[in-house]
Nanobody
């Protein structure tokens, strides 16, 4: 049974930074796509960033390009999301997700949460102005 456990969320002021982590266990980590999604109250779940197994291909939603960086450590089976220049619109529950196959080429899977097979419980990020 795959387990994805997020950590690193918290409360920061606008302009601040956070690094989210997602520890993966009970799952074949190889050859797959992983990503971060977020969901704010009253809004749909939104794809934020995704990365292929070797980290050579990364995908970002437009609103976070240049501010967020996704990475993965395949030895530690851990996914990261470095977030900088945070603003209140980034406030949401952030979820780690894993897909059994490679990232969809065009979108990285960010356009449809159904591409991903396993999900963590989420970590809250709150950005105050």
């Amino acid at each position: 049974q795959a387990q994805l456990v997020e950590s690193g969320g918290g409360s920061v002021q606008a302009g601040g930074s956070l690094r989210l982590s997602c520890a993966v266990s009970g799952y074949s980590y190889r050859g797959n796509c992983m990503g971060w999604f977020r969901q704010a109250p009253g809004k749909e779940r939104e794809g934020v960033a995704s990365i292929d197994f070797r980290g050579g291909a990364t995908y970002y939603t437009d609103s976070v390009k240049g501010r967020f960086t996704i990475s993965r450590d395949n030895v530690k089976n851990t996914l990261y999301l470095q977030m900088t220049s945070l603003n209140p619109e980034d406030s949401a529950m952030y979820y780690c997700a894993a897909r059994q196959y490679s990232c969809p080429v065009t979108s990285g899977g960010l356009d449809n949460a159904a591409y991903f097979d396993y999900w963590g419980q989420g970590t809250q990020v709150t950005v105050s102005s």
